[in-house]
Structures are given as C-alpha cells and as structure tokens.
T-cell receptor, first 112, second 115 residues
Framework: GDSVTQMEGPVTLSEEAFLTINCTYTATGYPSLFWYVQYPGEGLQLLLKATKADDKGSNKGFEATYRKETTSFHLEKGSVQVSDSAVYFCALSDQGAQKLVFGQGTRLTINP | GAGVSQTPSNKVTEKGKYVELRCDPISGHTALYWYRQSLGQGPEFLIYFQGTGAADDSGLPNDRFFAVRPEGSVSTLKIQRTERGDSAVYLC?????????????FGNGTRLTVT
C-alpha cells in the first residue's frame, strides 16, 4: 500500500539556519503530495502542496519540489525563525483517493 | 470564521466503556474525515463522509468503531467496549468538496485515554 517516510526527529536548529526535512513516498498511482504543520496547541494545517511531477509548492518561505524520479518531496527553508518551531508532516493523496497517508512527523525546534 | 470544532477536547474512560466523540465541521463543507493519531505517529485515516453517507470506511480498525453524520453536518465517532489500545488523539477534518486536492481543515482533536 501507499506509504510516506520522513526523516526522524527531533531536529534542533539555530535561528537563520538552513532547514531540510526529508520525505520519500511509495505509491501505486500518481499522488498529490503535501506538507502539513502543527504548531503548539493548534490543529494540523496545510503548509504547501504539489500535484504533479516537477511542481514546486511554496508558502511562508518553505518550498518542496515533487521529484518523481526519486519519489521525494523534501521540505526546505533558507532561514528559519523561532516561530517555525512545530511538528511537520509529509503526506500523500493518491489520485481519486479521498484520504491522506501521513508520515510519522518531524518535530522542529528553533533556538534564538 | 469558525474552524472545525471537536468536543470534548479530553476524554478519560475506563476499559470496556462506550464513548462518543463529536465533530462540527466548517459550515458548508460536504466532506468530513476522521483520523486517529497515536503518540509519536502521523494521523491514520479512519473514515470519510461525503454528505450523510460514509464513502470510505476502510480505516476503521474493527466493528467496535462506528461513525455517523445523519444530517450531513455534525459527525459522531462511537467506540464500543473501549480498550487501552484505543488511547490516541482523534482528529476530525473537513473540506469543501472532498476532491483529492481540496485542502483539509483539521480540528484540534479529542485526546482519548482509556484506563
């Protein structure tokens, strides 16, 4: 079945550092790919998405590129802020499927 | 505007008891989803409603779990004869159309603890 694998956390960085959180997937079809974020005390919210190969999703300075050849959707940000501290989830939705398959999440802490 | 609301936010129950968890989706959203998130894991799909009907219940772990959405708005997840392994955060989400690319709006979840 479909699956998503994220790099294990927790990840701790200093403010203004470069961030990469790795995500790879296995799917039988041509999935859409997502990054969701959960800030402390809040619900999951969509950060960005990409619906086909070579698409780049971006939001709030975060980017991720849909790489079909490596089945990856790594999340990057050039300069992180303390306010980026949260748990990040990579997810996929297979074509025609009405449900998301999530990775296990990566907890990110940014120190000032 | 109002987001997805889940009640209660916390529920502690004894093993073997029956519990109901409630979800109020965003007004007008036709699609509603239930997920379960165990500690240190990502959410796992349980069931998806399109309107009043369960379009996909393939994620329900066994027949102790049941969900309804009688009027196409509020949904209730029901768990019979609870077990300690049912302890988790139960998340509800809604989307405007339920298409694969329609973003999900999640509630804050109900944390269920079975003692």
């Amino acid at each position: 079945g479909d699956s998503v694998t994220q790099m294990e956390g927790p990840v701790t960085l200093s403010e203004e550092a470069f961030l990469t959180i790795n995500c790879t997937y296995t799917a039988t079809g041509y999935p859409s790919l997502f990054w969701y974020v959960q800030y402390p005390g809040e619900g999951l919210q969509l950060l960005l998405k990409a619906t086909k190969a070579d698409d780049k999703g971006s939001n709030k300075g975060f980017e991720a590129t849909y790489r079909k050849e490596t089945t990856s959707f790594h999340l990057e940000k050039g300069s992180v802020q303390v306010s980026d501290s949260a748990v990040y989830f990579c997810a996929l939705s297979d074509q025609g499927a009405q449900k998301l398959v999530f990775g296990q999440g990566t907890r990110l802490t940014i120190n000032p | 505007g109002a987001g997805v609301s889940q009640t209660p936010s916390n529920k502690v129950t004894e093993k073997g008891k029956y519990v109901e968890l409630r979800c109020d989706p965003i007004s007008g959203h036709t699609a509603l989803y239930w997920y379960r998130q165990s500690l240190g894991q990502g959410p796992e799909f349980l069931i998806y409603f399109q309107g009043t009907g369960a379009a996909d219940d393939s994620g329900l772990p066994n027949d102790r779990f049941f969900a309804v959405r009688p009027e196409g708005s509020v949904s209730t997840l029901k768990i019979q004869r609870t077990e300690r392994g049912d302890s988790a955060v139960y998340l509800c989400a809604s989307s405007s159309t339920g298409t694969a690319n329609s973003p999900l709006h999640f509630g804050n979840g109900t944390r269920l603890t079975v003692t």
